[in-house]
């Protein structure tokens, strides 16, 4: 089982639609959690933070369910330069480094908001 | 300016040759990061540093090898290359190895034929 599981997609909506994206994860001794976004041939910048309590940054709103050990991204109105693919990032502590921490990467979800 | 610079952004090379690859942060973290982006655009962690130090060494083979001559800066080097080394290479740096967010670099694309 991998230890960050999201949907590849891909999701094509239209421009104003609302799009959910889901994440698992398998290492219940995670403590912090993130969703970055990838545009093609960039590098992965930070979306968001994800906290316990969820948290919401303009159209953007994240969840986290630590019982499920769940986490969800909202995208409400999706805007063209809302293409991309987003990542969600599981900060855990690797069986192989002792008590060194390491940020867990996704496979990605894309996205393409079409016109 | 730029947080992490990575240094060369494209890298094309034949298969047996041993290729550097180049990475500075200029935003005083302590801990530096080398992951690789496969062509399934995949992000997996292959080493950390934090303050000069090796905590992280995940299963790659012995023919990377990181190099950290001080905080700032974090170089990998690559012997041998072979077919299956081509990829993105990602340097990134965060301000500790706890619970931060995580800068990158824009990539170095390796390509080895």
């Known amino acids: 089982r991998k230890e960050v599981e999201q949907d590849p997609g891909p999701f094509n909506v239209p421009e104003g639609a609302t799009v959910a994206f889901n994440c698992t994860y398998s290492n219940s001794a995670s403590q912090s959690f993130f969703w970055y976004r990838q545009d093609c041939r960039k590098e992965p910048k930070l979306l968001m933070s994800v906290y316990s309590s969820g948290n919401e940054d303009g159209r953007f709103t994240a969840q986290l369910n630590r019982a499920s050990q769940y986490i969800s991204l909202l995208i409400r109105d999706s805007k063209l330069s809302d293409s991309a693919t987003y990542l969600c990032?599981?900060?855990?502590?690797?069986?192989?480094?002792?008590?060194?921490?390491?940020?867990?990467f996704g496979s990605g979800t894309q996205l393409t908001v079409l016109p | 300016d730029t947080a992490v610079s990575q240094t060369p952004k494209y890298l094309v090379t034949q298969m047996g040759n041993d290729k550097s690859i180049k990475c500075e942060q200029n935003l005083g973290h302590d801990t530096m990061y080398w992951y690789k982006q496969d062509s399934k655009k995949f992000l997996k962690i292959m080493f950390s540093y934090n303050n000069k130090e090796l905590i992280i060494n995940e299963t790659v083979p012995n023919r990377f090898s990181p190099k950290s001559p001080d905080k700032a800066h974090l170089n990998l080097h690559i012997n041998s290359l072979e077919l299956g080394d081509s990829a993105v290479y990602f340097c990134?740096?965060?301000?500790?190895?706890?619970?931060?967010?995580?800068?990158f670099g824009q990539g170095t694309r390796l390509t080895v034929v």
């Open positions: 990032v599981v900060n855990t502590i690797p069986i192989s480094s002792g008590s060194a921490r390491q940020l867990t």
């Open positions: 990134a740096s965060s301000q500790d190895r706890l619970n931060t967010e995580a800068f």
